[in-house]
């Protein structure tokens, strides 16, 4: 029989995490879960440090061919899932204990639901706490999806966390097309969105887990590309479903898109030295 859910993990050069994360998930107190992990080529140990857990009746192990950035071995991943439920877990992020077991039981008790999701806390890379809590407060349990939708645009942001913070109902998922790469800093919010137009979102309030930063992902570059990615992303949800999106959602979008480019800026040069210390104790240059 197929496990409730599947946890998938695409690694890449995650070698001085990938322990970590993978323990995060083999650690959980739900246990109807299968677990794969599929290494896009990396040029480090991450795919000799995976070959520990290749006894693990939970774990399957998958190599992807080199090219096709992360949507190749996000979509790898996926296409290998088997579980009604599905969690992606980047390779240097980590679970909270409990999480897994919390959002299926969400799920399980909406059925008209087709991701849950949780905040998540920031660490750096030696997995030392920097923020607490990120993430939004939805307020009451379940949330139309349509809603969610617009408060995602209307933020100018990804209000719903990173990948390990959601879990699909994998059918909905697969229905919307998979993850969407047409915006690929927004890979991830562009495929919630696509799936909450099918259905519900409920909100879990325990921490999913910890997003680790590092000091070179806040660059001035990146930030406004994710600006503008961002803002082309609202342009086709308001062409396609203009009765989700309107035009003031839209324009306010754009709006805060910008200022969040800013923002993630000011926040980088605040913890800046925090991040540059951890990544020293944890052995990286």
Same mark, same amino acid.
């Given at each position: 029989?197929?496990?409730?859910?599947?946890?998938?993990?695409?690694?890449?050069?995650?070698?001085?995490?990938?322990?970590?994360?993978?323990?995060?998930?083999?650690?959980?107190?739900?246990?109807?879960?299968?677990?794969?992990?599929?290494?896009?080529?990396?040029? =480090?140990?991450?795919?000799?440090?995976?070959?520990?857990?290749?006894?693990?009746? !939970?774990?399957?192990?998958?190599?992807?061919?080199?090219?096709?950035?992360?949507?190749?071995?996000?979509? !790898?991943?996926?296409?290998?899932? $088997?579980?009604?439920?599905?969690?992606?877990?980047?390779?240097?992020?980590?679970?909270?204990?409990?999480?897994?077991? =919390?959002?299926?039981?969400?799920?399980?008790?909406?059925?008209?639901?087709?991701?849950?999701?949780?905040?998540?806390?920031?660490?750096?890379?030696?997995?030392?706490?920097?923020?607490?809590?990120?993430?939004?407060?939805?307020?009451?349990?379940?949330?139309?999806?349509?809603?969610?939708?617009?408060?995602?645009?209307?933020?100018?942001?990804?209000?719903?966390?990173?990948?390990?913070?959601? $879990?699909? *109902?994998?059918?909905?998922?697969?229905?919307?097309?998979?993850?969407?790469?047409?915006?690929?800093?927004?890979?991830?919010?562009?495929?919630?969105?696509?799936?909450?137009?099918?259905?519900?979102?409920?909100?879990?309030?325990?921490?999913?887990?910890?997003?680790?930063?590092?000091? $070179?992902?806040?660059?001035?570059?990146?930030?406004?590309?994710?600006? *503008?990615?961002?803002?082309?992303?609202?342009?086709?949800?308001? !062409?396609?479903?203009? =009765?989700?999106?309107? $035009?003031? =959602?839209?324009?306010?979008?754009?709006?805060?898109? !910008?200022?969040?480019?800013?923002?993630?800026?000011?926040?980088?040069?605040?913890?800046?030295?925090?991040?540059?210390?951890?990544?020293?104790?944890?052995?990286?240059?």
């Amino acid at each position: 029989m197929s496990p409730r859910l599947t946890v998938v993990i695409p690694s890449y050069n995650n070698a001085e995490f990938i322990d970590e994360t993978v323990r995060s998930v083999l650690s959980q107190d739900f246990y109807d879960f299968e677990l794969v992990v599929a290494d896009h080529s990396s040029t =480090d140990e991450t795919w000799a440090r995976l070959q520990a857990y290749a006894d693990d009746p !939970r774990v399957r192990l998958l190599q992807t061919p080199a090219g096709g950035g992360a949507p190749a071995n996000w979509t !790898r991943v996926t296409e290998a899932a $088997t579980g009604e439920y599905l969690r992606l877990v980047p390779g240097d992020d980590v679970l909270h204990p409990g999480t897994l077991r =919390d959002h299926v039981e969400a799920l399980d008790e909406q059925p008209t639901a087709v991701l849950a999701s949780s905040p998540r806390s920031l660490i750096d890379a030696s997995s030392a706490t920097v923020l607490r809590r990120r993430g939004r407060d939805w307020g009451r349990r379940l949330v139309p999806g349509t809603e969610a939708v617009r408060a995602t645009v209307r933020a100018g942001t990804n209000v719903f966390g990173e990948p390990f913070c959601v $879990t699909f *109902r994998r059918s909905a998922l697969l229905e919307a097309g998979g993850w969407y790469p047409a915006f690929p800093y927004l890979i991830d919010q562009a495929s919630y969105c696509r799936t909450l137009l099918r259905g519900d979102l409920v909100a879990v309030p325990g921490l999913a887990g910890g997003f680790r930063l590092s000091s $070179t992902q806040w660059s001035v570059a990146l930030s406004a590309e994710q600006s *503008r990615q961002a803002r082309g992303y609202h342009a086709e949800l308001h !062409r396609e479903h203009p =009765d989700v999106v309107r $035009t003031a =959602d839209r324009r306010l979008g754009d709006l805060r898109a !910008r200022v969040a480019a800013q923002s993630r800026r000011l926040v980088y040069l605040l913890l800046k030295r925090r991040m540059q210390a951890g990544e020293r104790v944890a052995g990286r240059p």
